[in-house]
């Protein structure tokens, strides 16, 4: 994406390399990440500032993060989590407390966190904040095709009844769910008024008439924004910021905002997720590991990484950076305009974050929706 402020923070950080000639290639920083989830110009700016290399490898869920960390066959350096996930390594004495002192952008006061994002970190085990630094956060919401007449309307209307029962949105809707079993599990909690966290046999069996009754005609992952994209979907649960990835590549390319031909709908309640950065116990360069996490702190650093990402900065002066755009660039204002409508600076945010559940009951989730998907 482009970027206006690109050039004169390369020309800065390339003269800044000048102080540190004694660094050397021999530093290499392994990070465990989420796929297509980090700017590589920043990447490529850290590397130049600090003489060393980088090599990012990709988990696709937060139990895939857990298993390479505790099988201990590489020695990551960082890795980006979510929060549930964090809890659990924390407990399990898979990490080591973040060393705040040497973070120079850390700034509670002058840079803090955004209200959302401290809502869902609030509602985390106590010290879990001695562990981590966030990275993104975001929402889950239900993106819909704008083509489909009257979609618009029962979404604004039911809201989740309009996702889960058929009749209260147009004929015909195509439907699909994100193929997660606890993402489904939760979604159809939340719909019928009960805790998404909490489990029991009467709940799961709710779960699976809910989720049956739905009618989903497809289950899958980033592939759902693209078929409603193209419209080959109407309506699917995903995370906002998917939607959002949708949005940004389609306004580089230069479509109107107002010609996109999807959108997403945030119910009043719904999940929420944070990533952060963690440094596993077993870390081999842990002071170069807290140099990157303070480099993605420097509020212009933020401000790259997140014009390529479709989640939500958690940083205020960064936010403020984005929405408060006053220039003549398209793209730099369809972006500020997408954050005040998707990522509102609200105290009344109503996220709710996953749980860590136990192995035995997520083995139960997705034997439940194996059981939907197959009509059994």
């Known amino acids: 994406m482009k970027n206006i402020k690109y050039a004169m923070v ?17 530093n290499k920083l392994l990070i465990l990440n989420w796929g297509e989830y980090i700017n590589d ?28 960390l505790k099988s201990g066959t590489t020695a990551y350096d960082l890795i980006l989590p979510s929060d549930y996930m964090i809890e659990k390594m924390m407990v399990k004495g898979l990490l080591q407390e973040i060393d705040f002192d040497q973070l120079e952008n850390y700034d509670p006061i002058n840079n803090p966190y955004l209200q959302g994002l401290e809502s869902i970190r609030s509602t985390m085990l106590e010290g879990t904040e001695n562990y981590h630094v966030p990275y993104f956060w975001g929402t889950f919401g239900l993106m819909y095709n704008k083509l489909k007449p009257g979609l618009k309307e029962a979404l604004e209307t039911h809201q989740w009844q309009a996702y889960f029962n058929p009749s209260l949105r147009p004929e015909g809707t195509r ?3 994100y193929d997660t079993a606890q993402f489904a599990y939760a979604a159809a909690m939340i719909y019928n008024d009960i805790d998404p966290n909490s489990f029991n046999e009467a709940q799961l069996t709710l779960a699976f008439d809910t989720i049956k009754n739905a009618n989903f005609i497809t289950w899958a992952d980033d592939q759902l924004k693209k078929s409603i994209a193209a419209n080959n979907l109407d309506l699917a649960f995903v995370w906002t910021g998917d939607f959002l990835d949708m949005l940004y590549v389609d306004l580089g390319e230069g479509i109107s905002y107002d010609e996109i031909t999807y ?15 963690v440094i596993p116990k077993n870390a ?18 933020a401000y790259l990484n997140a014009s390529v990402i479709g989640y939500a900065t958690p940083l205020q ?8 755009y006053t220039g003549d660039e398209d793209w730099e204002k369809n972006w500020a305009r997408a954050y005040m409508e998707y990522y509102e600076d609200t105290p009344d945010f109503r996220g709710i974050p996953l749980a ?14 194996n059981n939907v998907k197959t009509g059994s």
Not at 10 to 26: D, E, R, V, Y
Not at 268 to 273: C, P, V
Not at 317 to 324: A, F
Not at 356 to 369: E, H, P, Y
């Open 317 to 324: 002066v960064t936010y403020d950076m984005i929405v408060g």
């Open 356 to 369: 860590n559940l136990d192995q035995a009951i997520i083995s139960k989730l997705n034997l439940m929706v």
């Open 41 to 68: 110009e920043v990447v490529m700016l850290f590397e130049e500032k600090y003489g060393v290399e980088v090599s990012i490898s990709i988990a696709d869920s937060n139990e895939l993060f857990y298993s390479k």
């Open 263 to 277: 959108d997403i709908f945030i119910p009043d309640t719904t999940l929420a997720f944070m990533d952060a950065f």
């Open 175 to 177: 439907t699909g769910m």
């Open 284 to 301: 081999r360069h842990v002071d170069l590991a807290h140099k990157f996490i303070d480099f993605f702190l420097d509020p212009e650093m």
């Open 10 to 26: 390369l020309l800065i950080l390339l003269f800044g390399t000048l102080f540190l000639s004694a660094c050397t290639m021999k």
